[in-house]
């Protein structure tokens, strides 16, 4: 079974630093997709950035980026420019491939509360 | 249609007691899915709906939990005597499976926070 482990339950970052979350995934699969979901207080989960594993080149989205690691089964985020309205809960998650059969239900990590301290 | 919705957003309850939640999703999703977030956890897999048809479901729940998704529209999740450890936040989220097998990504809803007295 595939699981998702955040080594960091907290982290915190001044206003206009750069902060990096830690992922780390466990599967033998070698396609798959991995997210990173921002779950602010009491508000729904949205998605922040998403890679395909088969795809070499690190995914951005403006202020948000990856470092994904394959060999090493890493998917950390860069989050650059921290604003306040990013303080959240941050997780890692895995989803299987279509193709592969199945739910494609997300695996979820524990999370990271990010704090972003002005 | 804004997105998907939950409700209730808050329900308290008596250990023993029946509690139904809904979820109505984007409106063109065919995939439909409820996770259970218990404090300081990621969200965990309960079932996940194809349209009407409920075709996965995990360990975790009991004979207890029942989901439905008729006319592969809204759905709902049912818990019957309700322990203390039910006590969670429910999440749906939906997303739309393609032709060719290209899925979207999932989108949530605000939850309902389940609490069990």
């Known amino acids: 079974a595939q699981t998702v482990t955040q080594s960091q339950p907290e982290m915190s970052v001044q206003e206009a630093e750069t902060v990096t979350l830690s992922c780390t995934y466990d599967?033998?699969?070698?396609?798959?997709?991995l997210f990173w979901y921002k779950q602010p207080p009491s508000r729904q989960m949205i998605l922040v950035i998403r890679q395909e594993a088969y795809k070499q080149q690190n995914a951005t989205e403006n202020r948000f980026s990856v470092n994904f690691q394959k060999a090493a089964k890493s998917f950390s985020l860069k989050i650059s420019d921290s604003q306040l309205g990013d303080a959240a809960m941050y997780f890692c998650?895995?989803?299987?491939?279509?193709?592969?059969?199945?739910?494609?239900?997300?695996?979820f990590g524990k999370g990271t509360k990010l704090t972003v301290n002005p | 249609d804004t997105g998907v919705s939950q409700d209730p957003r808050h329900k308290i309850t008596k250990r023993g007691q029946n509690v139904t939640f809904r979820c109505d999703p984007i409106?063109?999703?065919?995939?439909l899915y409820w996770y259970r977030q218990t404090l300081g956890q990621g969200p965990e897999f309960l079932t996940y709906?194809?349209?009407?048809?409920?075709?996965?479901k995990s360990r975790l729940l009991s004979d207890r939990f029942s989901a439905e998704r008729p006319k592969g529209s809204f759905s709902t999740l049912e818990i019957q005597r309700t322990e203390q450890g039910d006590s969670a936040m429910y999440l749906c989220?939906?997303?739309?499976?393609?032709?060719?097998?290209?899925?979207?990504?999932?989108?949530f809803g605000q939850g309902t926070r389940l609490t069990v007295v």
């Open positions: 998650a895995y989803r299987k491939t279509f193709h592969q059969g199945g739910s494609e239900k997300l695996v």
């Open positions: 409106s063109e999703h065919n995939r």
């Open positions: 599967t033998s699969e070698s396609d798959y997709y």
């Open positions: 989220a939906s997303s739309l499976l393609g032709a060719g097998g290209s899925n979207t990504e999932a989108f």
């Open positions: 709906f194809q349209n009407e048809a409920q075709l996965e």
